[in-house]
């Protein structure tokens, strides 16, 4: 009797194995699909972020000339706030493109 419990069970295993590997494979396909078409939009999501920070560069630097020429206090820290968005937008698109290794 245990002899063919055993033979049962080892059946029961092997049919949920080859069941579940189509599902594994599938899986990678999907993946592969994924990987495939996230690196056919990190260029062009990478010149649309260096646009975005070039008309907010614009913009910023013309209200930073507005507030030096009003005699505001606060410019340096509008500057240097200022600074920091336009090289975190401009460098994005490198640290992307060297995170996929695209």
């Known amino acids: 009797m245990k002899k063919k419990n055993l033979n049962k ?6 049919a949920l194995v080859l069941a579940t590997s189509g599902v594994y ?3 990678a396909a999907a993946i592969t699909q994924a990987t495939s078409d996230i690196e056919a939009y990190i260029e062009p999501i990478g010149v649309l972020i260096q646009v975005i920070g070039g008309v907010v560069g ?3 630097g013309i209200r930073i000339y507005n507030k030096w020429n009003n005699g505001d206090n606060d ?11 336009c090289v975190f937008l401009m460098l994005v698109p490198t640290f992307i493109t060297a995170f996929f290794g695209l």
């Open 58 to 60: 614009i913009i910023g």
């Open 25 to 27: 494979a599938q899986g």
């Open 75 to 85: 410019v340096n820290k509008e500057l240097i706030g200022w600074g920091g968005a």
């Open 9 to 14: 069970t080892g059946l029961l295993v092997v």
